[in-house]
């Protein structure tokens, strides 16, 4: 999927490549307890307005075909 | 955009844990993960942080006053020049929220909807307690698409 879509690889310019073909952002990272994944789960997990918990929905892309 | 010193805060608490993160990331460095990966992971990292940085950047700036003006592109822009043109002036949300006889949260609820729900009335009495100059002009022709 990576390989076909190089702009799921460019973080460039706040990742506009990406939000331009997908409308969206994808970052790659680790399993939940890595460092990558862990960085990532926290900041989405912190409503950046008031610092308040904040739910998120997760979908493992390992589950789909 | 950051818009009062909590978000900044938050925002500063972020960068820290970003910054630790891309450490870690350095001194960690698993065999099993595909360098193109590990590349992406990194770059993930440091794009995000930039943002953030950015962020900060751009709100100390406007907390310097540095800016003498602000430019708009259209009215749009209007409710971000308001809140820009607050900090720049060193006030509070509490501040400002005085100064026009209103409770804070009202100017919190303001900025948190781009002033989506305020009246002309209401901005009005926002630019007189910024003591803002406005200078504006309205194209006869068509916005191009």
């Known amino acids: 999927m990576l390989c076909r879509n190089p ?15 997908f409308l969206g952002e994808l970052f790659p990272a680790d399993a939940p307890e890595g460092v990558t994944g862990r960085t990532f789960l926290e ?3 912190i409503d950046k307005r008031t610092g308040n918990p904040k739910g998120i929905l997760a979908i493992d892309l390992r589950h789909f075909p | 955009m950051i818009k009062n010193e909590r978000q900044y805060r938050i925002t500063k608490a972020q960068i820290a844990k970003f910054q630790k993160g891309l450490e870690a990331l350095e ?5 099993d993960v595909h360098p193109v990966l590990q590349k992406a992971q990194r770059e993930a990292l440091e794009s995000q942080l930039a943002d953030l940085l950015a962020e900060v950047g751009e ?5 310097a006053g ?4 602000l430019q708009l592109r259209s009215l ?3 409710p971000e020049a308001l809140i820009r043109a607050r900090i720049s002036k060193g006030l509070s949300q509490k501040q400002l ?8 949260q009202q100017i919190q609820r303001y900025e948190a909807t781009d002033y989506a729900t305020a009246s002309f009335g209401r901005i009005r009495q926002v630019i007189r307690a910024l003591n803002l100059r406005t200078k504006k002009a309205v194209l006869l022709e068509a916005a191009s698409k």
């Not at chain 1, 702009?7 to 073909?21: G, T």
């Not at chain 2, 709100?59 to 907390?63: D, K, N």
Request: glycine fraction near 2%; avoid cysteine; proline fraction near 5%.
């Open chain 2, 66 to 69: 540095r800016q003498r003006a």
């Open chain 2, 27 to 31: 001194q960690s460095r698993p065999r």
């Open chain 2, 59 to 63: 709100y100390e700036a406007l907390q």
């Open chain 1, 7 to 21: 702009a799921l690889l460019d973080f460039s310019r706040s990742r506009a490549p990406q939000k331009a073909k």
């Open chain 2, 76 to 78: 749009d822009d209007i």
């Open chain 1, 43 to 45: 900041f989405f997990q």
């Open chain 2, 97 to 104: 929220a005085e100064k026009i006889g209103l409770k804070e």
